[in-house]
């Protein structure tokens, strides 16, 4: 049997007719000379059997990158149900007079919603300008309010790198959340060489404080950008060249101040519809106490979010940080009692609620997690908590939207260019987890004689040769598993 996985170099493997056969080419393949410096954990099990076809340091702690999303998906699914919606309110500090007034402020209530996004940035705010609308709202005398609040926490998610804040993988986490908190600057040489670069940035009204001390450089000079933030500010410098006449570079990073740009991006946008807001756009975000009591304040409307499965779809995919934490967050914050002391997080309660989901299910108890995305380098668990997980979540109530979020390999999400033209092509429905010493994947595959089967395959410490992508490892593995023609009885 012959096939390329991705990129990868033609590979010849026997065909698995038996157990045996499939362990040995295992056994072989992670113990193989170039791992020597690195460290495996790896656990297959059968869906149909319950029995276990292979484990190799199935309980070794590992850091599972973006496998963590497997967790984050599953605690959201089994505590809050496919059909929860986040809930936006829209209130005032005072009530609607016959004229359409808001003789006071308007308040935009953040409550972790992460679907505000939309190729047409406009489309975004149409729901808000629907409920203002119903709510016979034409001007506010006093100023929007974006309060932050809700969520309890830095902005970024714990024991995150410095590095991670410099793109849009890690754009800060805030209760209001606008486009995925991330922006595109768009930087085109000068028209001379020694001029500076020039800078748009994208979408509209992002607010950046960017530094700008690129230069242009004579044609055929190399191409270079780096964004790197300032210590103890909200600047960044955007260093680097461009050749005259060259093309234009983007770079992507996260906006520093996404409610205040959530609330000055809406504002222009109820204007634009003929909702007036008189005064300012004031933030309030926490350990802030908001400066009003929740009995006098007026009632709008709301702003409601799809259904969880589709956000939970929306993250795993394409493998989207911001949104997971969000999410997992959220799961925590609602779980916050009267007595629970202000200091105490969003993700230190969301850490507890996946502490009693693991328990509640009979999961090893190999997982800890600082954070819900898998950002964090300190995240650890093992392929034997992992496959107990798929295992659970096979039966839940919610199986099929959470199998539904996974990606396909050949096919879509984060896979989509990975394994085509192999047996695993539209058979394995994974996950993937990837930093830079880190490689994950995790899922469900059928087998060439149509056995369920679950998997987890952790890589750590892995430096690849130059000629092979470090994915190769785990996509040649599945592989092998979808080619399977034994059985798990045997």
């Known amino acids: 049997m012959t096939w390329i996985a991705g990129a990868a170099p033609i590979r010849e493997a026997m065909t698995n007719t038996s157990l045996p056969e499939l362990r040995a080419q295992l056994d072989a393949w992670v113990n193989a000379p170039r791992f020597s410096g690195a460290v495996w954990s790896v656990k297959i099990a059968s869906l149909d059997t319950g029995r276990t076809l292979y484990e190799n340091h199935a309980d070794r702690l590992m850091s599972p990158a973006s496998n963590s999303?497997?967790?984050?998906?599953?605690l959201a699914l089994d505590t809050l149900g496919g059909d929860y919606r986040f809930k936006t309110p829209l209130r005032a500090t005072a009530p609607v007079d016959a004229q359409g007034t808001v003789a006071?402020?308007?308040?935009v209530s953040g409550r972790d919603d992460p679907s505000w996004k939309s190729p047409r940035f406009a489309a975004i705010f149409e729901p808000f300008v629907a409920a203002l609308t119903q709510a016979g709202v034409k001007r506010v005398t006093g100023d929007l309010v974006a309060d932050n609040t809700f969520l309890h926490g830095l902005p970024t998610g714990g024991s995150w790198a410095v590095e991670d804040v410099t793109d849009s993988e890690g754009a800060p986490v805030s209760a209001l959340t606008l486009a995925d908190n991330a922006a595109d600057i768009q930087v085109a040489p000068g028209t001379n060489a020694g001029e500076p670069c020039r800078i748009t940035l994208e979408p509209e009204g992002t607010v950046l404080n960017l530094v700008n001390l690129t230069q242009t450089v004579p044609a055929g000079g190399a191409a270079h950008l780096e964004l790197s933030p300032a210590t103890g500010t909200n600047d960044f410098y955007l260093l680097g060249q461009l050749p005259v006449a060259g093309g234009v570079e983007t770079l992507d990073t996260g906006v520093s101040q996404p409610a205040r740009w959530f609330g000055t991006a809406l504002?222009?946008?109820?204007?634009?519809?003929?909702i007036v807001i008189q005064g300012g756009v004031r933030v309030v975000s926490w350990p802030e106490n908001p400066p009003w009591t929740e009995a006098n304040l007026t009632t709008l409307g709301e702003v409601q979010s799809p259904p969880l499965r589709e956000i939970v779809h929306s993250f795993m995919k394409p493998s989207q940080n911001l949104e997971t934490d969000l999410v997992f967050d959220h799961v925590g914050e609602l779980t916050r009692e009267p007595t629970t002391p202000g200091w105490v997080t969003s993700e230190d309660l969301a850490v507890r609620a996946l502490d009693h989901f693991l328990r509640q299910h009979g999961i090893p108890h190999d997982v800890h997690f600082d954070e819900g995305s898998g950002m964090s380098r300190n995240n650890?668990?093992?392929?034997?908590?992992?496959v107990a997980l798929l295992t659970v979540m096979a039966t839940n109530r919610w199986a099929a939207d959470y199998y539904a979020a996974l990606p396909?390999?050949?096919v879509d999400g984060t896979l989509r260019n990975r394994m085509k033209n192999s047996p695993a092509s539209g058979k394995v429905h994974a996950k993937t987890g990837t930093l830079r010493w880190v490689n994950s994947l995790s899922g469900y595959v059928t087998s060439a004689a149509g056995e369920k089967l679950v998997f987890s395959l952790m890589l750590n410490r892995y430096a690849s040769a130059p000629d092979r992508r470090r994915t190769d490892e785990l996509d040649e593995i599945a592989g092998l598993l979808a080619a399977f023609q034994g059985h798990s009885d045997e």
Not at 104 to 107: F, V, Y
Not at 267 to 274: D, E, M, N, V
């Open 104 to 107: 006071g402020d308007l308040i």
């Open 408 to 410: 396909i390999a050949g």
């Open 69 to 74: 999303k497997l967790y984050t998906g599953a």
């Open 267 to 274: 504002k222009a946008a109820l204007a634009s519809h003929g």
């Open 380 to 386: 650890l668990t093992s392929a034997r908590a992992t």
